[in-house]
């Protein structure tokens, strides 16, 4: 599987072909950026694959974090995390999107961060479904595996190269991380970090924190009225940030985090 996608120029189509057609396309692009949301308007048994991406790539509990990869060196890389089928292929037709800071004139290399807010049933439904449609996971327990809610909030990053967190460890990430509510902007600690590597290497694949849903005192950490919650995991001067808003991350049952 190629890791990187050299950059390439990306004209502006607007700018080469008629203004009718240019509205079209931008009505076009609207019509299904407004398509109907899965986690709201179907159950998870009926998913398909592309609405199983959907919701593990593209919705409210999906942050895909752009970050400039000074580590990379040579020719200049843009690297994102890409859905694969049940074999493991990538599917590289999804992975074409111009990054921001190139749309704006930047040069260096970059790396999408994929920061997911796996406890929700939500993306754990994603899951599930993605198990069973490729022949992986038993359709008759889901409900059963789905109303075991996991005891602590989990938080996963994943990219293509997460060079900078190699040298990191547990309790060096358990100290440099955390959950804050913007509303109190109280920080709160992962109570654990696992970090997944390749193999016997010290190249990093995952990094998963748990955080505790409740105070010792045993009142939720965020209300449910929280309007915004950010994460940061930090790996010496690299600072990886995302912000998530409850408030968007509703399943059909309501609040979903």
Request: glycine share 6%; hydrophobic share 35%.
């Given at each position: 599987?190629?890791?990187?996608?050299?950059?390439?120029?990306v004209p502006s189509r607007c700018l080469t072909v008629p203004t009718l057609l240019c509205l079209l396309t931008v009505a076009a692009f609207a019509l299904t950026a407004w398509a109907s949301d899965p986690w709201k308007d179907k159950e998870y048994k009926s998913?398909?694959?592309?609405?199983?991406?959907?919701?593990?790539?593209?919705?409210?509990?999906?942050?895909?974090?752009?970050?400039?990869?000074?580590?990379?060196?040579?020719?200049?890389?843009?690297?994102?995390?890409?859905?694969?089928?049940?074999?493991?292929?990538?599917?590289?037709?999804?992975?074409?999107?111009?990054?921001?800071?190139?749309?704006?004139?930047?040069?260096?290399?970059?790396?999408?961060?994929?920061?997911?807010?796996?406890?929700?049933?939500?993306?754990?439904?994603?899951?599930?479904?993605?198990?069973?449609?490729?022949?992986?996971?038993?359709?008759?327990?889901?409900?059963?595996?789905?109303?075991?809610?996991?005891?602590?909030?989990?938080?996963?990053?994943?990219?293509?190269?997460?060079?900078?967190?190699?040298?990191?460890?547990?309790?060096?990430?358990?100290?440099?991380?955390?959950?804050?509510?913007?509303?109190?902007?109280?920080?709160?600690?992962?109570?654990?970090?696992q970090i997944a590597r390749y193999g016997n290497s010290k190249s990093v694949y995952m990094l998963t924190l748990k955080f505790p849903k409740k105070t010792d005192a045993g009142e939720p950490i965020f209300s449910p009225a929280e309007k915004e919650i950010d994460?940061?995991?930090?790996?010496?001067?690299?600072?990886?940030?995302?912000?998530?808003?409850?408030?968007?991350?509703?399943?059909?049952?309501?609040?979903?985090?």
């Amino acid at each position: 599987m190629p890791d990187s996608m050299k950059r390439s120029s990306v004209p502006s189509r607007c700018l080469t072909v008629p203004t009718l057609l240019c509205l079209l396309t931008v009505a076009a692009f609207a019509l299904t950026a407004w398509a109907s949301d899965p986690w709201k308007d179907k159950e998870y048994k009926s998913w398909t694959q592309d609405e199983v991406e959907k919701v593990l790539y593209e919705s409210p509990w999906v942050k895909m974090v752009e970050m400039g990869a000074p580590w990379l060196k040579g020719p200049t890389h843009y690297l994102t995390p890409l859905p694969s089928d049940c074999n493991g292929r990538p599917d590289l037709t999804k992975g074409e999107k111009t990054p921001t800071s190139w749309a704006m004139g930047a040069t260096e290399s970059i790396v999408i961060f994929q920061v997911t807010w796996q406890s929700s049933r939500t993306v754990r439904a994603a899951m599930l479904r993605q198990g069973v449609l490729c022949g992986r996971a038993d359709a008759e327990r889901g409900d059963e595996l789905l109303n075991e809610p996991p005891d602590d909030y989990i938080i996963t990053v994943h990219a293509p190269d997460m060079t900078p967190f190699d040298n990191s460890d547990e309790d060096a990430l358990i100290k440099s991380s955390y959950l804050m509510s913007r509303k109190t902007r109280k920080k709160i600690s992962p109570e654990s970090v696992q970090i997944a590597r390749y193999g016997n290497s010290k190249s990093v694949y995952m990094l998963t924190l748990k955080f505790p849903k409740k105070t010792d005192a045993g009142e939720p950490i965020f209300s449910p009225a929280e309007k915004e919650i950010d994460f940061a995991s930090e790996a010496g001067k690299f600072q990886l940030r995302a912000r998530f808003q409850p408030q968007k991350m509703l399943g059909k049952d309501g609040p979903d985090l």
